[in-house]
């Protein structure tokens, strides 16, 4: 499928999405969010690929924000879908089955931020910037951040970051448990492929059922999650890529897998 403001293709394994507005920072407008929505979708179901890297065009931003001048005429009913909307896609994101790695290669504020909370693992450049500016507008968050933010860095911290707007470079980034790893500008995407790679190794099933594991359990209560977790582990004990994972151990031989 072609995009407008997406760049997609399949390598080994990868599905890579680069969201592609270099000229407007990258800056999430609704017909990006349906396109990035559309691209998931579409790499869901493909076998071909395994994990998925997102990242953005450029060498100054991941995702600058969202687009300003589509916020201008918002009321409260048309704001309250506008947030849903965004809440989506990052939702889709989040418990999406497969490796999502976000390779922020430069700011990523707002919206920009908080599509790179939904993915699985962070990796930034040294000159990546993440913040929540919103309140600067006189709005909050609205594709998830108040909820993922907290979640991830701790409520102390995303209060300080939420109400004050300030920007986070990628030493503090990194220091926070805000992204998982920094790399030079040079090495991102090589880096990315290289973490998306080691991933796809594993049991497809066992990626999956852990990144549902792991979302829900985050929901409830401890002991909520621990039932859940025996529950989706046992899932795993009677599927085929168990069998060949403990075959291929015991046999000093990689395992096949095969997603069943």
Same mark, same amino acid.
Not at 207 to 215: D, F, H, V
Not at 233 to 259: I, M, S, Y
């Given at each position: ?20 507005? &270099? ?28 994990? +998925? ?18 916020? +201008? ?13 965004? !809440? ?15 390779? +922020? ?26 913040? !929540? &500016? ?18 991830? +860095? ?29 790399? &030079? ?76």
């Amino acid at each position: 499928m072609t995009y407008k403001n997406l760049l997609t293709k399949k390598s080994d394994g990868i599905g890579w999405i680069t969201i592609n507005r &270099p000229d407007k920072l990258n800056a999430m407008n609704v017909e990006t969010m349906e396109e990035l929505k559309a691209a998931f979708l579409e790499f869901e179901p493909d076998a071909e690929v395994r994990a +998925v890297i997102l990242t953005g065009s450029g060498e100054k931003a991941f995702v600058a924000g969202a687009d300003i001048s589509e916020f +201008v005429h918002l009321d409260a009913e048309l704001g309250r879908h506008f947030s849903r909307k965004g !809440q989506a896609l990052t939702r889709l994101i989040e418990n999406f089955p497969k490796p999502v790695i976000a390779a +922020v290669n430069g700011y990523a504020l707002g919206g920009g931020t908080e599509i790179a909370l939904a993915c699985h693992i962070r990796l930034a450049s040294e000159s990546a910037k993440f913040g !929540q &500016p919103e309140v600067k507008l006189g709005i909050i968050p609205g594709y998830g951040g108040t909820q993922r933010l907290a979640r991830l +860095v701790g409520k102390g911290k995303a209060m300080e970051l939420i109400l004050t707007g300030r920007m986070v470079e990628a030493k503090e980034a990194a220091e926070i448990g805000l992204v998982n790893k920094i790399v &030079p500008a040079t090495e991102l995407l090589s880096a990315a492929e290289a973490l998306a790679k080691e991933a796809i190794k594993n049991g497809p099933l066992a990626i999956a059922y852990s990144i549902e594991a792991i979302n829900r359990g985050l929901d409830g209560k401890l002991d909520e999650g621990l039932e859940l977790e025996a529950e989706i582990f046992g899932r795993t004990c009677a599927t085929e890529d168990f069998k060949e994972g403990a075959k291929a151990f015991l046999d000093k031989r990689k395992p096949d897998f095969h997603g069943r």
